[in-house]
Protein backbone atom coordinates (compact mmCIF):
# COMPACT_ATOMS: atom_id res chain seq x y z
CA UNK A 1 0.00 0.00 0.00
CA UNK A 2 1.53 3.45 -0.94
CA UNK A 3 0.65 6.21 0.97
CA UNK A 4 0.67 9.88 -0.78
CA UNK A 5 1.56 12.78 1.07
CA UNK A 6 1.05 16.52 0.22
CA UNK A 7 3.24 18.87 1.39
CA UNK A 8 2.42 22.71 1.50
CA UNK A 9 5.14 25.49 2.60
CA UNK A 10 3.23 28.00 4.41
CA UNK A 11 4.50 31.66 2.93
CA UNK A 12 6.05 32.59 5.86
CA UNK A 13 8.62 30.41 5.58
CA UNK A 14 9.07 30.91 2.12
CA UNK A 15 9.45 34.84 2.96
CA UNK A 16 11.12 33.89 5.78
CA UNK A 17 14.37 31.41 3.60
CA UNK A 18 13.58 34.53 0.74
CA UNK A 19 14.70 37.08 3.22
CA UNK A 20 17.80 35.49 4.40
CA UNK A 21 19.30 34.94 0.67
CA UNK A 22 18.72 38.26 0.11
CA UNK A 23 20.45 40.08 3.25
CA UNK A 24 23.43 37.54 2.41
CA UNK A 25 23.29 38.73 -1.29
CA UNK A 26 26.46 41.30 -1.98
CA UNK A 27 25.47 44.96 -2.16
CA UNK A 28 22.39 44.29 0.10
CA UNK A 29 22.85 46.68 2.92
CA UNK A 30 19.70 45.71 4.60
CA UNK A 31 15.79 44.88 4.40
CA UNK A 32 13.42 47.52 4.22
CA UNK A 33 10.02 47.21 4.99
CA UNK A 34 8.40 49.82 3.80
CA UNK A 35 4.76 51.05 4.79
CA UNK A 36 3.69 48.20 2.87
CA UNK A 37 6.01 45.44 4.32
CA UNK A 38 5.10 46.75 7.50
CA UNK A 39 1.68 45.73 7.50
CA UNK A 40 2.82 42.67 6.11
CA UNK A 41 4.97 41.94 8.35
CA UNK A 42 2.85 42.74 11.23
CA UNK A 43 -0.07 40.75 10.05
CA UNK A 44 2.22 37.64 9.16
CA UNK A 45 3.39 37.67 12.58
CA UNK A 46 -0.03 38.22 14.36
CA UNK A 47 -0.96 34.86 12.54
CA UNK A 48 2.11 32.92 13.71
CA UNK A 49 1.56 34.46 17.57
CA UNK A 50 -2.18 33.23 17.23
CA UNK A 51 -0.95 30.17 16.47
CA UNK A 52 1.84 29.72 18.98
CA UNK A 53 4.58 30.39 16.53
CA UNK A 54 7.81 32.57 17.09
CA UNK A 55 7.81 34.89 13.83
CA UNK A 56 10.50 33.95 11.36
CA UNK A 57 12.38 37.42 10.40
CA UNK A 58 11.30 38.20 6.62
CA UNK A 59 10.45 42.42 7.50
CA UNK A 60 10.37 43.56 3.74
CA UNK A 61 9.69 40.31 2.02
CA UNK A 62 6.20 39.16 0.73
CA UNK A 63 5.06 35.93 -0.67
CA UNK A 64 1.81 35.39 -2.60
CA UNK A 65 0.81 32.64 -4.36
CA UNK A 66 -1.90 32.71 -7.11
CA UNK A 67 -3.29 30.07 -9.20
CA UNK A 68 -0.30 27.80 -7.83
CA UNK A 69 2.43 30.38 -8.96
CA UNK A 70 4.91 31.64 -6.15
CA UNK A 71 6.01 35.15 -6.78
CA UNK A 72 8.36 37.09 -4.19
CA UNK A 73 8.34 40.82 -3.40
CA UNK A 74 11.43 42.33 -1.67
CA UNK A 75 12.12 45.62 -0.41
CA UNK A 76 16.14 46.11 -0.34
CA UNK A 77 18.68 49.26 0.58
CA UNK A 78 21.33 48.47 -1.32
CA UNK A 79 25.17 49.94 -1.20
CA UNK A 80 26.42 52.60 -3.13
CA UNK A 81 29.82 51.00 -4.04
CA UNK A 82 27.56 48.44 -6.33
CA UNK A 83 25.53 49.06 -9.20
CA UNK A 84 22.12 48.83 -8.38
CA UNK A 85 20.69 47.39 -11.14
CA UNK A 86 23.47 44.32 -10.47
CA UNK A 87 22.63 44.08 -7.15
CA UNK A 88 18.44 43.62 -8.00
CA UNK A 89 19.45 41.02 -10.52
CA UNK A 90 21.56 38.84 -8.37
CA UNK A 91 18.96 39.36 -5.48
CA UNK A 92 16.67 38.00 -7.65
CA UNK A 93 18.92 34.67 -8.46
CA UNK A 94 20.19 34.40 -4.92
CA UNK A 95 16.20 34.33 -3.92
CA UNK A 96 15.27 31.98 -6.31
CA UNK A 97 18.02 29.34 -5.81
CA UNK A 98 17.77 29.70 -1.67
CA UNK A 99 13.98 28.95 -2.15
CA UNK A 100 14.48 26.10 -4.81
CA UNK A 101 17.15 24.12 -2.76
CA UNK A 102 15.64 24.72 0.83
CA UNK A 103 11.71 24.33 -0.21
CA UNK A 104 11.61 22.44 -3.28
CA UNK A 105 9.11 25.32 -4.13
CA UNK A 106 9.57 26.69 -7.54
CA UNK A 107 9.53 30.75 -7.74
CA UNK A 108 7.84 32.60 -11.04
CA UNK A 109 9.15 35.92 -10.07
CA UNK A 110 11.14 37.80 -7.83
CA UNK A 111 10.21 41.83 -7.76
CA UNK A 112 12.88 43.74 -5.94
CA UNK A 113 12.42 47.57 -5.13
CA UNK A 114 15.35 48.92 -4.30
CA UNK A 115 14.23 51.55 -1.78
CA UNK A 116 17.29 53.78 -1.00
CA UNK A 117 20.71 54.04 -2.05
CA UNK A 118 23.50 53.69 1.40
CA UNK A 119 26.44 56.05 1.06
CA UNK A 120 29.26 53.79 2.07
CA UNK A 121 27.24 50.37 2.56
CA UNK A 122 29.21 47.47 2.49
Do not use: F
Request: no cysteine; charged share 25%.
Amino acid sequence: MTVEAEYVIAEPVVASVAARAAIETSGVVRLEPGLRGLVTAWTRAARQRWRGLEPAPADGVRVRTVEGRLTVEIDVVVSSVDQAAAVGRAVQRSVTRAVAEQTGASVDAVTVSILDIEVGGR
